[in-house]
């Protein structure tokens, strides 16, 4: 329970001044504002009614210890996207603001044999009141138990729909991928290629199917010699493009998996005098900043990364004294192709 004390001379309402107001047990107060369920909504009513004229802010700590949750939001990551990482504690940012909720981000290795115990260590040790999954790990069903098991809220992304709508904000990566391409095939070019993501990357995976859709929608064969895989950073795309570069005849266009490796393929054309777009057409994904400041402008997938974000953190928040008592029900969020300068009607 909260357990503020009256301090003489301090003007601050304590807890047992909302509980002498109210008419009501310092415990009852307590209950109020850790939503307990065991209340009637017109005692709940007279204490929020108190609390809220009387400007009485509770103690975090008390709370806590009455809890057993600290109030953190725990971000858990191993991702080589840095914006994407960046667009997602900014949405979570947002919805925190204003609130007793802080961030925490957690950098994890998918690769160990001691992943689970390594989140499970850190769930533990920070008491974290829910936590965000992102990419790759949150496709691990292992790590979504754990935090059932643990009592710890959970929210997973991915680029497709993984668990019900409360813990899932999921994209639509493979249906845009197939609107890009198929926009690349409607201007006219017929031999194109893809900078995939990382092996392992349910991103990757989505996303590579739509392409391979697009070209069997329009009848042209997927040539493995135009299928290169990225990581996902600048270098492999500029390393990936040349490889696509080296081929007779070369592709005509390109679509790259994120907009660090289109930019790397950009890169790469520039390297050996070629003019985007009219020697090369370049499509990105997720709309980054780097998309609009290179030259040409990038056309590109906007992700709606930061509403995902704001999503995720609206769920995890849902039912506590700093969000709405219902648990949002969206769960997939639409991506948009951005048309801009870097695709052109091939030669």
């Given at each position: 329970?909260?357990?503020?004390?009256?301090?003489?001379?301090?003007?601050?309402?304590?807890?047992?001044?909302?509980?002498?107001?109210?008419?009501?047990?310092?415990?009852?107060?307590?209950?109020?504002?850790?939503?307990?369920?065991?209340l009637?909504?017109?005692?709940?009513?007279?204490?929020?009614?108190?609390?809220?004229?009387?400007?009485?802010?509770?103690?975090?700590?008390?709370?806590?210890?009455?809890?057993?949750?600290?109030?953190?939001?725990?971000?858990?990551?191993?991702?080589p996207n840095?914006q994407?990482?960046?667009?997602?504690?900014?949405?979570i940012?947002?919805?925190?603001?204003?609130?007793?909720?802080?961030?925490?981000?957690?950098?994890?290795?998918?690769g160990?044999?001691?992943?689970?115990?390594?989140?499970?260590?850190?769930?533990?040790?920070?008491r974290?009141?829910?936590?965000?999954?992102?990419?790759?790990?949150s496709?691990?069903?292992?790590?979504?138990?754990?935090?059932?098991?643990?009592?710890?809220?959970?929210?997973?992304?991915?680029?497709?729909?993984?668990?019900?709508?409360?813990?899932?904000?999921?994209?639509?990566?493979q249906?845009?991928?197939?609107?890009?391409?198929?926009?690349?095939?409607?201007?006219?070019?017929?031999?194109?290629?893809?900078?995939?993501?990382?092996?392992?990357f349910?991103?990757?995976w989505?996303?590579?199917?739509g392409?391979?859709?697009?070209?069997?929608?329009?009848?042209?064969?997927?040539?493995?010699?135009?299928?290169?895989?990225?990581?996902?950073?600048?270098?492999s795309?500029?390393?990936?493009?040349?490889?696509?570069?080296?081929?007779?005849?070369?592709?005509?266009?390109?679509?790259?998996?994120?907009?660090?490796?289109?930019?790397?393929a950009?890169?790469?054309?520039?390297?050996?005098?070629?003019?985007?777009?009219?020697?090369?057409?370049?499509?990105?994904?997720?709309?980054?900043?780097?998309?609009?400041?290179?030259?040409?402008?990038?056309?590109?997938?906007?992700?709606?990364?930061?509403?995902?974000?704001?999503?995720?953190?609206r769920?995890?928040?849902?039912?506590?004294?700093?969000?709405?008592?219902?648990?949002?029900?969206?769960?997939?969020?639409?991506?948009?192709?951005?048309?801009?300068a870097?695709?052109?009607?091939?030669?």
């Amino acid at each position: 329970m909260d357990s503020d004390a009256n301090i003489p001379g301090s003007a601050k309402p304590t807890i047992n001044d909302i509980a002498r107001l109210s008419g009501v047990s310092k415990k009852t107060v307590s209950r109020v504002i850790n939503r307990s369920p065991l209340l009637n909504e017109e005692t709940r009513k007279r204490v929020d009614d108190i609390i809220r004229e009387t400007g009485y802010v509770p103690n975090p700590q008390a709370r806590a210890l009455a809890l057993r949750r600290n109030f953190l939001i725990g971000l858990v990551h191993d991702n080589p996207n840095a914006q994407m990482v960046l667009g997602m504690q900014q949405g979570i940012l947002s919805v925190l603001k204003g609130t007793e909720y802080e961030l925490i981000v957690r950098p994890v290795d998918r690769g160990s044999t001691t992943l689970v115990a390594d989140v499970r260590s850190f769930l533990e040790r920070q008491r974290l009141h829910g936590v965000v999954l992102l990419p790759p790990i949150s496709e691990d069903d292992g790590l979504a138990r754990l935090c059932d098991e643990l009592g710890c809220r959970y929210v997973r992304m991915g680029s497709a729909e993984l668990d019900d709508a409360a813990h899932m904000v999921a994209s639509n990566d493979q249906d845009v991928v197939h609107e890009a391409v198929s926009y690349l095939i409607g201007v006219g070019h017929r031999r194109i290629g893809i900078i995939t993501g990382p092996t392992g990357f349910r991103s990757a995976w989505e996303r590579r199917q739509g392409f391979e859709r697009a070209l069997a929608d329009a009848g042209i064969a997927v040539d493995p010699a135009l299928v290169v895989e990225g990581s996902y950073r600048f270098e492999s795309g500029l390393g990936a493009a040349s490889k696509l570069l080296d081929c007779s005849p070369r592709p005509t266009a390109i679509f790259a998996s994120n907009d660090e490796m289109a930019s790397g393929a950009l890169h790469a054309a520039r390297r050996l005098g070629l003019d985007v777009p009219a020697d090369l057409s370049i499509i990105g994904f997720d709309d980054t900043a780097i998309a609009a400041h290179i030259w040409p402008p990038l056309t590109t997938v906007r992700w709606p990364i930061v509403e995902m974000g704001k999503a995720a953190a609206r769920k995890l928040l849902a039912g506590t004294i700093d969000a709405q008592p219902e648990v949002p029900g969206e769960a997939l969020f639409l991506s948009q192709l951005i048309h801009r300068a870097s695709v052109a009607p091939p030669k």
